[in-house]
């Protein structure tokens, strides 16, 4: 089993609409991300959560808003969707790890076409 | 602010050597990372280096890290047709925890 999850995969939808992507982990880890990647772009970070009482916003928040429901579940809203938010979202996690690095995991991904 | 940039695309032929490079802004980066990106998946940690080291060797990869320039490369020894993929440079910022990614190399293997 895929130990950080995305759901949905794949979602089209229409301007104006609300929409909620969720993520959730097996790994026990208390950091969770998210990010939208852009062809030529890489990732950028949107908001983040070292806890379950700890939000941040990260460098392009603004259209965006989430919840750490639990230490395992981190969702992300668009309150109402615009064609430029049509990008590839990934959720993250990390933890300190055994060599400090704070390597971050990677769920697959969610294709959202905002039309 | 912290940067990262890299090149966006690299073409080699098969059992070449591959050296994607990457260049950073922020002289407290404590850990340099290389992700990969195979088509349709997420990312995937390839390799890490901490900012004290110069050098980090891991089967067909090396690491090198200039601190002095901010420079970073990922040499892929012997590149095989499975190694196409995006490549992404990133770096962990002095406060810990937030990583930032280069815009990704997508490098080409040709048989």
């Known amino acids: 089993d895929a130990d950080v999850t995305q759901t949905p995969r794949n979602r089209i939808t229409k301007t104006g609409k609300r929409i909620m992507l969720e993520c959730s982990q097996t790994?026990?880890?208390?950091?969770m991300y998210w990010y939208r990647q852009d062809p030529g772009l890489g990732l950028r970070l949107i908001y983040y959560?070292?806890?379950?009482?700890?939000?941040n916003k990260g460098e392009i928040s603004d259209g965006y808003s989430v919840s750490r429901q639990a230490q395992a579940k981190f969702s992300l809203s668009l309150e109402s969707a615009i064609p430029n938010q049509t990008a590839l979202y990934f959720c993250?996690?990390?933890?300190?790890?055994?060599?400090?690095?704070?390597?971050?995991?990677f769920g697959p991904g969610t294709r959202l076409t905002v039309l | 602010g912290e940067d990262v940039e890299q090149s966006l695309f690299l073409s080699v032929r098969e059992g070449d050597s591959s050296v994607i490079n990457c260049t950073y802004t922020?002289?407290?980066?404590?850990?340099l990372y290389w992700y990969k990106q195979e088509p349709g998946a997420g990312l995937q940690l390839l390799t890490y280096i901490f900012s004290n080291m110069d050098m980090k060797q891991d089967q067909r990869l090396t690491v090198l890290l200039n601190k002095k320039d901010k420079h970073l490369s990922l040499r892929i020894a012997d590149t095989q047709t499975g190694d196409s993929a995006i490549y992404f440079c990133a770096e962990m910022s002095y406060q810990g925890g937030k990583l930032i990614f280069g815009q990704g190399t997508e490098l080409s293997v040709k048989p």
């Open positions: 993250a996690t990390s933890d300190l790890g055994t060599s400090g690095s704070y390597e971050q995991f």
């Open positions: 790994k026990g880890h208390d950091r």
């Open positions: 922020d002289s407290s980066s404590t850990y």
């Open positions: 959560s070292f806890d379950v009482k700890d939000i």
